[in-house]
């Protein structure tokens, strides 16, 4: 009689990943993207290098939070994303995937309502990073921070381009949507030391070679995903062919082995 899985009920949280996309500053045939490494006590993806990204919360979906999305409506946004997520969530995971880059990058993909500097010209590091602070402290609440300052979510900038779910059987599932977009030029990263430890710019194609020679950890859907990435001639020609994919959510599947042990088996 074999034992029930424990995992095997287990719901999908939410989760929204950033691709950002840059054209090299020293030229090259490919655009680099960001990548974080996850800490090594991550409850999920330890030591990995991953997107930025996170789980969505439900300040995500707030009427503030989606009272400073720029050009995309809740409608709208759930007509690009359709039939992939709720409607009532997909509004929240573009704001998702802005906020926790931040958190974890602190670039911060915001403009002035009116027009004028980015923000993060007006601020220096030092003050960002006490601003993430507080909100990792909960003394201040991230979208009203950006109100008060008279900012927006350029949300419309978002290319909407794969989806994947955890397999049923594990034990901490996501239901993961991936964007992409341009970085903000003139913006450093400052990682947060604590969910990831550090970054690097690489094109895809660097990327998944220094993963074949064993130099950095990647997850298997971050494989695939940097294969549909890699071969673009510029950050430009990327965004578009991605805007032109039809997303199918994946939805890989777990295979226990007669030893008992665990593959994973992708579609």
């Not at 995500?60 to 969530?89: F, H, W, Y």
């Not at 300052?149 to 239901?175: C, K, N, Q």
Request: net charge negative.
């Amino acid at each position: 009689q074999p034992m029930k899985n424990p995992g095997m009920n287990v719901t999908p949280r939410q989760a929204a990943t950033l691709v950002l996309f840059r054209d090299p500053p020293t030229g090259g045939s490919e655009p680099e993207v960001l990548m974080v490494e996850r800490h090594g006590r991550s409850n999920f993806g330890a030591g990995a290098f991953v997107f930025p990204g996170g789980v969505l919360e439900p300040e995500d979906c707030s009427e503030t939070a989606q009272g400073l999305s720029k050009d995309l409506s809740g409608e709208e946004a759930a007509r690009v994303m359709a039939p992939t997520i709720a409607s009532g969530n997909a509004l929240g995971v573009h704001i998702a995937a802005i906020r926790e880059t931040f958190e974890e990058t602190l670039i911060l993909l915001a403009e002035p309502k009116n027009g004028g500097p980015h923000p993060s010209i007006a601020h220096s590091y030092e003050e960002l990073r006490k601003v993430r602070e507080r909100f990792e402290g909960q003394e201040l609440e991230f979208f009203a921070w950006l109100a008060d300052l008279g900012l927006v979510l350029p949300t419309r900038d978002l290319v909407y381009f794969a989806h994947w779910i955890t397999p049923e059987g594990l034990p901490i599932r996501f239901s993961t949507y991936f964007f992409a977009c341009r970085a903000p030029e003139h913006l450093d990263v400052h990682i947060d030391d604590n969910e990831v430890v550090q970054h690097l710019w690489a094109s895809p194609s660097e990327i998944l070679a220094r993963q074949e020679e064993g130099k950095l950890r990647l997850m298997d859907p971050t494989i695939r995903n940097l294969e549909v990435l890699a071969g673009h001639p510029s950050t430009a020609k990327a965004l578009e062919a991605l805007g032109r994919r039809t997303v199918e959510t994946i939805m890989p599947k777990l295979r226990i082995e007669e030893d008992g042990s665990k593959k994973i088996i992708y579609p």
